[in-house]
């Protein structure tokens, strides 16, 4: 199962082509950058503290916690 993010809606959007060879090629993906690592990790914390309570330890992800609704 493919879970859909806006990144993979634009690319698809952009091009069909590339969004196939992007996500769902059987290569292997290559590694995020810096920039896209640290953004998954801010992520994945605010999911955990929206989900599990779970305190945000990036300074990001605690400003970002203090903008949207708790949990």
Known sequence: MIQLS?????TYEM???????TYIS???RPEPNKQA???SLVHKELENW????ET?????????AKLIPPP
């Open 6 to 10: 806006a990144s993979h809606i634009s």
């Open 15 to 21: 091009c069909p082509r590339k969004w196939a060879f």
């Open 26 to 28: 059987d290569r292997p």
């Open 37 to 39: 690592a640290y953004g």
């Open 50 to 53: 929206l989900l599990k309570r």
């Open 56 to 64: 945000p330890k990036e300074l990001v992800a605690q400003a970002i």
